[in-house]
């Protein structure tokens, strides 16, 4: 029996959930509001646990290219004190594989792969239990039945009102982001600080993280506790005066991690939701969710990694059960479920940790989940 499954969202979640089903020789359906891949920045680097997206990849027979394409050395974490001094520095061993990094946009390519992607079918809801399926409103006025829905179209998600009243709220911190190129021929001091991974410094309820990419690109993150409009009186969109305020949030810390934001380019603002922390709902017959449409968590490194390993399960749970495809569904769900509630605790405990009035507890926290 061949379904009609779509999967709305061109993310980790969505692609790797295309990839697997069609492994299994299932068409599906990926539906991306996106005009083209490129559309928007990719984003940064992942760490892509062994247990999790690795294991994802592997269901989705890619795991080989990903090792080619990966970097074991951005496994490598220093961390700072405000006054530059080094309080830890993790190096991985030469055969450590268990959390390499790669480019969000190089695992995007390495997802689409052969997939038919509908670039530029945004979808605006989806409405279930009709007596041809589920159907989906789209932006352009059109509108298409599938025997399955998923919904794997992120934080702000179009597909969970048809199976949940849940929405994100705040967490209360903030993150501003910038980036370096050329880090190594531009900016050699910041690139020996940062080393071939990642360096943080972590204050009284903020923190300063910088992050490796490939190609000499880093990532800068500065995070901080405020209220949600802490920016009202600030033009988010000029770039000197946002640079001009985190210097000053950041004021009295060492010169060499200040020079983190002094190099910035652009400042992409990125306050923090989060959706409840044991967030289920009532099962709905031809609608699910994937990632971050399920289970919106701090980004402290696990929602790319359930989310591509709920997409690799959901459609091995589809090929094995073909003949009851709401069953199936249903037995993912409840899996999904209980493994994303545990994850969802243990990154709203970190982020507590991280940017908190005690800086000794991000180092603590770090102390815990390190190799000695």
């Keep these: ?41 990719p984003g940064g680097t992942l760490d892509l646990h062994e247990g999790l997206g690795q294991l994802a990849l592997r269901k989705a027979g890619l795991l080989a290219e990903f090792q080619t394409l990966s970097r074991p050395e951005g496994q490598a974490m220093r961390i700072l004190d405000t006054a530059g001094t080094v309080l830890r520095d993790w190096q991985p061993r030469p055969d450590d594989r268990a959390n390499p990094e790669i480019d969000r946009g190089q695992l995007r390519d390495l997802l689409l792969g052969s997939l038919d992607v509908q670039w530029g079918r945004a979808v605006t809801e989806v409405v279930p239990g009709t007596r041809d399926g589920a159907l989906v409103h789209f932006v352009d006025g059109g509108q298409e039945t599938f025997d399955l829905v998923v919904g ?12 949940s009243s849940a929405t994100p709220h705040y967490t209360g911190v903030t993150s501003v982001e910038t980036s370096l190129e050329d880090v190594d021929t531009r900016h050699p001091d910041l690139a020996q600080l940062i080393g071939d991974g990642s360096v943080a410094v972590y204050g009284v309820n903020r923190a300063l993280v910088a992050q490796r990419n490939s190609g000499g690109h880093v990532k800068v993150y500065a995070q901080f506790r405020a209220p949600l409009d802490w920016h009202t009186n600030l033009d988010l969109a000029d770039v000197e005066a946002v640079r001009s305020s985190l210097l000053a949030l950041f004021d009295g810390w060492a010169a060499p991690v200040l020079e983190l934001l002094r190099h910035g380019a652009a400042f992409v603002h990125r306050p923090l939701y989060v959706l409840p922390v044991s967030h289920t709902w009532r099962h709905v017959a031809g609608v699910t969710l994937l990632g971050d449409a399920a289970h919106l968590m701090p980004p402290l490194g696990a929602g790319a990694n359930l989310a591509m390993l709920e997409g690799a399960e959901l ?25 994303a509630g545990r994850w969802a605790k243990i990154t709203t405990a970190g982020l507590e940790r991280l940017v908190s009035p005690d800086p000794a507890e991000a180092l603590a926290l770090f102390d815990e989940v390190q190799p000695s």
């Design 315 to 339: 459609a091995e749970s589809i090929a094995n059960d073909p003949g009851d495809l709401d069953d199936a569904v249903r037995t993912f769900e409840e899996q999904m479920w209980e493994r």
């Design 152 to 163: 794997a179209d992120g934080a702000w998600s179009r597909i969970r009102p048809a199976v």
């Design 1 to 41: 029996m061949r379904h009609r499954i779509a999967v709305v969202g061109s993310g980790p979640a969505g692609l790797t959930f295309a990839r697997v089903l069609q492994r299994h020789g299932y068409p599906v359906a990926v539906l991306e509001r996106d005009p083209t891949p490129d559309a928007r920045p």
